[in-house]
């Protein structure tokens, strides 16, 4: 059978169904996503790079997780679990930005979002994660407890310790609220948009490459060993 044949053309195939819809899908969260990661995480620089390679790993399954009914939530959980790996040293991901034609951020982010991120990181994981899917995303209390697996009540309770430790940690009175003032989330989309993003076509021509790695060369094609006896 004519493997690498077949192997090459299940993959321009593939080309063209799991890019439906990606570029669009691409353009439309990546500032989401980036904001979100660098709230969590709390390294600008870990953000880029762990939404960078989300991307990729996206659109290596779009055909499936474009049916999602939020493909950007996966995403985002991926992004997250590389921040938390931390599975590059910082040179290397400077050179990972090079390769994907991206720089890293180019503008220093002001005093207001550095104090937000140095507050977030001091919140427990828990609370930090719900502060940011409710108040950075918009996501309904609902929606926080169906992603984080947990029930309503505690992400409550979550947000309402986060929103009095933040309060204490940057002055501001936030006591009985349930949506925060926007100004103190709105600078982490502002640093978010400084981000020069990879784009489109460089990051499934690295997803391509991957792909070819693992499958590994195509199959050439020989002769058999009785056509070889009988000429």
């Known amino acids: 059978m004519l493997a690498g044949v077949a192997f090459e053309g299940r993959r321009r195939e593939q080309g063209v ?14 500032q989401r996503i980036m904001a979100f990661l660098c709230a969590m995480s709390g390294d600008l620089v870990e953000a880029q790079d762990a939404a960078q390679e989300a991307y990729v790993r996206a659109w290596q399954r779009w055909s499936t997780i474009s049916t999602y009914d939020d493909p950007e939530a996966w995403v985002r959980r991926v992004g997250y679990r590389l921040c938390l790996n931390r599975w590059r040293k910082a040179k290397n991901r400077i050179v990972a930005y090079r390769r994907l034609g991206a720089d890293p951020v180019t503008a220093a982010p002001g005093e207001d979002t550095l104090a937000l991120v140095a507050a977030l990181k001091k919140l427990p994981r828990s609370e930090r994660e719900a502060i940011t899917l409710h108040h950075l995303l918009d996501l309904s209390v609902a929606d926080v407890a ?31 609220s349930t949506r925060m003032p926007d100004p103190l989330f709105q600078n982490l989309f502002t640093v978010a948009d400084t981000m020069k993003w990879a784009p489109t ?31």
């Open 17 to 30: 169904a799991e890019d439906n819809g990606f570029e669009d899908f691409y353009r439309g969260t990546r």
């Open 146 to 176: 169906a992603q984080t697996g947990v029930p309503v009540n505690t992400i409550k309770t979550r947000l309402v310790r986060g929103r009095r430790t933040l309060a204490s940690l940057l002055g501001r009175d936030l006591s009985g």
């Open 201 to 231: 076509a460089v990051v499934r021509e690295k997803a391509r490459r991957r792909a070819r790695i693992v499958e590994g060369p195509t199959t050439r094609i020989r002769p058999s060993a009785n056509r070889s006896r009988s000429a």
